[in-house]
């Protein structure tokens, strides 16, 4: 069965650095798809960005990008710039491929707190 | 376009008591998923629909829980006698197509607490 898990509970920043969020996965498929989600403190839940298996080249949207790291079942987000707004939790899910459901399997989450 | 939209947006109930969340995906969108998020971890996939048709309901505890989504729109989850390991969060989410492409919207979520 497919696991995702997220070592880091909070982290805290200062505004206008750079931050990495951790995520390891597990899965016996050989094609899968990575995403970042954010969720505000109203609840909302926000897709940010996806990762590929298949494509080696890292994904990049605005300030955020991703570290894939396929052979050690890794994927980093990473946050340049980061702004007051950014402070929520973070959520780091997958979807196997074999399926084609769209399930979603979530890690457990990072809170991210950007200070003035 | 409006997003996903839920209700009641909060609840509160006692031990045994009932209720249900209603759900009124974006537009078009074929397929609805329901998910529960307890405190302090990520969301949990119950159950979801393409159209009208459960395709996965795996995670869904019948003996408490059902869902529907008669019409293919909006959808309701219902939760029959209340315990207090229900306490989370209850998200929708819609999307275009069921499939690896497709993105999730969620909506903002009934946040359930079991006395």
Redesign the interface.
């Known amino acids: 069965a497919q696991k995702?898990t997220q070592t880091q509970t909070s982290i805290s920043v200062v505004e206008k650095t750079t931050v990495t969020m951790d995520c390891v996965y597990e899965t016996r498929d050989s094609s899968y798809?990575l995403f970042w989600y954010k969720q505000t403190a109203?609840?909302?839940?926000?897709?940010l960005i996806r990762q590929d298996s298949y494509k080696k080249e890292n994904a990049t949207v605005g300030h955020y990008s991703l570290n894939f790291q396929k052979p050690k079942s890794s994927i980093g987000l990473i946050i340049t710039a980061t702004q007051i707004e950014d402070s929520a939790v973070y959520?780091c899910?997958m979807?196997e491929?074999n399926t084609?459901?769209?399930?979603?399997?979530?890690?457990?989450?990072t809170v991210l707190t950007v200070k003035p | 376009e409006a997003g996903v939209t839920q209700s009641p947006r909060y609840a509160v109930l006692q031990e045994g008591q009932a209720v249900s969340f209603w759900c009124d995906p974006i537009s078009g969108h074929d397929t609805l998923y329901w998910y529960q998020q307890p405190r302090d971890q990520g969301p949990q996939l119950l159950v979801y629909f393409r159209d009208e048709a459960v395709i996965d309901n795996s995670q869904l505890p019948s003996d408490r829980f059902s869902a529907v989504r008669p019409k293919g729109t909006n959808s309701t989850l219902k939760i029959q006698s209340a315990k207090q390991g229900d306490t989370a969060t209850y998200l929708c989410a819609s999307s275009s197509g069921g499939g690896n492409y497709a993105e999730q919207f969620f909506g903002p979520g009934t946040r359930l607490t079991v006395l």
Do not use: M, Q, W
Request: no cysteine; proline share 0%; charged share 25%.
């Open positions: 995702v798809f109203s609840g909302e839940i926000v897709f959520f899910a979807r491929d084609n459901t769209g399930k979603l399997t979530f890690g457990d989450g």
